[in-house]
């Protein structure tokens, strides 16, 4: 059934009735999808879109350090056992998120700091930056580790974290949970037990129960793979290598510094699952990127969102036309959709990125896509 325009309906009183009606629309809570501004272009879109959106944003590591000295100071385990910086990107504040489904946060323990086991629904890595002892127990392997280890905390996986031996450490972690918890679908748990006698029991430490290099020895080789153990290790929901040390990587960056690479990204190596040769989680990816002395990459824009962290060197960043300095263990957020260009500001040393993505959510739901553009400034599909 159609309902006549009353005639004496005139341009004044329309405008009054329309006003009248997204007023009681926003009243119940409503969206006039077909609301626009005059003059404007598809504004119809640009309304629907008009929410908290993440924006370009660098976090210098010479303000984190000395607030978590501060923290270390005025916090201690007894008081919280989670003494973490989170870095809240200003264009989703108050929303605990660096870019829209990811976190960074950096962490400071003191000497022999362990806190009890945990776990919960959203993904994590711990990354070292500074000191050798940093310690995270991961269903029963207890990793310590050290600057440019990765040390995986996956969904529905028991760990704890900490430090061991007589000097403070740092670490920086990136977690899934902004995604997570737009589905509606975080938990955690800190009830922790173990069988002991044939009763279940409440503990506050892991029993090791694998040898401290078991990620290395079972599945450190590439291309060779045990049929002797059992892969899908606590949930079984991620890849079984708990940690992937940094002199692997390292060597792997040198062996092909001296590539031509990638104009976009330079030399880009990513982790993964060896059991499947995929992302080490489901929803969100790491790598590292290595840009030669004084490498500049071509634009590029893709619609994942990316968390980076300078491991090494010192340069600067095009975003969107603006520019973004940055220094070691600093961390940089580009939200989906932003035109990057990386630039080494050195002449001598290489900068390596440390690097987080939400490709794999994109993949999975038939999102993800990528361009650039040559060196003539045409533009490119590359995904």
Same mark, same amino acid.
């Given at each position: 059934?159609?309902?006549?325009?009353?005639?004496?309906?005139?341009?004044?009183?329309?405008?009054?009735?329309?006003?009248?009606?997204?007023?009681?629309?926003?009243?119940?809570?409503?969206?006039?999808?077909?609301?626009?501004?005059?003059?404007?272009?598809?504004?119809?879109?640009?309304?629907?879109?008009?929410?908290?959106?993440?924006?370009?944003?660098?976090? %210098?590591?010479?303000?984190?350090?000395?607030?978590?000295?501060?923290?270390?100071?005025?916090?201690?385990?007894?008081? %919280?056992?989670?003494?973490?910086?989170?870095?809240?990107?200003?264009?989703?504040?108050?929303?605990?998120?660096?870019?829209?489904?990811?976190?960074?946060?950096?962490?400071?323990?003191?000497?022999?700091?362990?806190?009890?086991?945990?776990?919960?629904?959203?993904?994590?890595?711990?990354?070292? !930056?500074?000191?050798? =002892?940093?310690?995270?127990?991961?269903?029963?392997?207890?990793?310590? &580790?050290?600057?440019?280890?990765?040390?995986?905390?996956?969904?529905?996986?028991?760990?704890?974290?900490?430090?061991?031996?007589?000097?403070?450490?740092?670490?920086?972690?990136?977690?899934? !949970?902004? !995604?997570?918890?737009? *589905?509606?679908?975080?938990?955690?748990?800190?009830?922790?037990?173990?069988?002991?006698?044939?009763?279940?029991?409440?503990?506050?430490?892991?029993?090791?129960?694998?040898?401290?290099?078991?990620?290395?020895?079972?599945?450190?080789?590439?291309?060779?793979?045990?049929?002797?153990?059992?892969?899908?290790?606590?949930?079984?929901?991620?890849?079984?290598?708990?940690?992937?040390?940094?002199?692997?990587?390292?060597?792997?960056?040198?062996?092909?510094?001296?590539?031509?690479?990638?104009?976009?990204?330079?030399?880009?190596?990513?982790?993964?699952?060896?059991?499947?040769?995929?992302?080490? &989680?489901?929803?969100?990816?790491?790598?590292?990127?290595?840009?030669?002395?004084?490498?500049?990459?071509?634009?590029?824009?893709?619609?994942?969102? !990316?968390? *980076?962290?300078? &491991?090494?060197?010192? =340069?600067?960043?095009?975003?969107?036309?603006?520019?973004?300095?940055?220094?070691? &263990?600093?961390?940089?957020?580009?939200?989906?959709?932003?035109?990057?260009?990386?630039?080494?500001?050195?002449?001598?040393?290489?900068?390596?990125?440390?690097?987080?993505?939400?490709?794999?959510?994109?993949?999975? *739901?038939? *999102?993800?896509?990528?361009?650039?553009?040559?060196?003539?400034?045409?533009?490119?599909?590359?995904?």
């Amino acid at each position: 059934m159609s309902l006549a325009q009353p005639a004496d309906l005139t341009v004044t009183n329309k405008k009054a009735a329309l006003k009248g009606l997204y007023d009681a629309l926003y009243e119940k809570n409503m969206f006039p999808f077909w609301a626009t501004s005059e003059g404007v272009d598809h504004d119809e879109i640009k309304q629907l879109m008009a929410t908290s959106k993440a924006i370009p944003f660098v976090w %210098s590591y010479a303000d984190i350090e000395p607030l978590l000295q501060r923290a270390a100071e005025l916090v201690t385990m007894d008081d %919280s056992e989670r003494r973490s910086l989170i870095l809240v990107n200003p264009g989703l504040a108050p929303k605990r998120a660096s870019v829209s489904t990811m976190y960074t946060a950096y962490r400071l323990n003191d000497p022999d700091e362990i806190m009890p086991p945990h776990k919960h629904s959203p993904s994590a890595i711990r990354f070292g !930056l500074t000191g050798k =002892g940093n310690f995270t127990g991961v269903e029963g392997e207890d990793v310590v &580790f050290g600057p440019g280890d990765m040390v995986l905390t996956p969904n529905d996986a028991w760990h704890n974290h900490g430090t061991v031996g007589g000097e403070q450490a740092v670490n920086l972690s990136v977690l899934d !949970l902004p !995604l997570v918890e737009t *589905l509606h679908a975080v938990h955690f748990d800190h009830k922790y037990t173990e069988m002991v006698d044939g009763k279940e029991v409440e503990k506050k430490v892991q029993t090791a129960r694998f040898p401290s290099d078991y990620s290395q020895r079972i599945y450190g080789e590439g291309g060779l793979m045990p049929r002797f153990v059992d892969h899908k290790r606590g949930g079984g929901l991620s890849s079984p290598m708990y940690v992937y040390r940094w002199e692997k990587m390292e060597a792997i960056l040198d062996a092909h510094k001296d590539w031509e690479g990638d104009p976009h990204e330079g030399i880009v190596i990513d982790y993964v699952d060896p059991t499947t040769g995929g992302p080490v &989680f489901r929803t969100i990816n790491f790598y590292v990127q290595m840009l030669r002395p004084s490498e500049k990459t071509l634009p590029q824009r893709e619609t994942a969102s !990316l968390l *980076l962290a300078p &491991f090494r060197g010192n =340069g600067h960043s095009m975003i969107d036309g603006k520019r973004y300095d940055w220094n070691q &263990f600093d961390t940089i957020a580009i939200p989906g959709g932003c035109w990057v260009e990386h630039v080494n500001g050195s002449s001598t040393e290489p900068v390596i990125f440390f690097g987080a993505t939400d490709a794999p959510t994109q993949r999975a *739901l038939l *999102l993800y896509k990528r361009w650039g553009r040559n060196p003539a400034g045409d533009l490119l599909r590359i995904v």
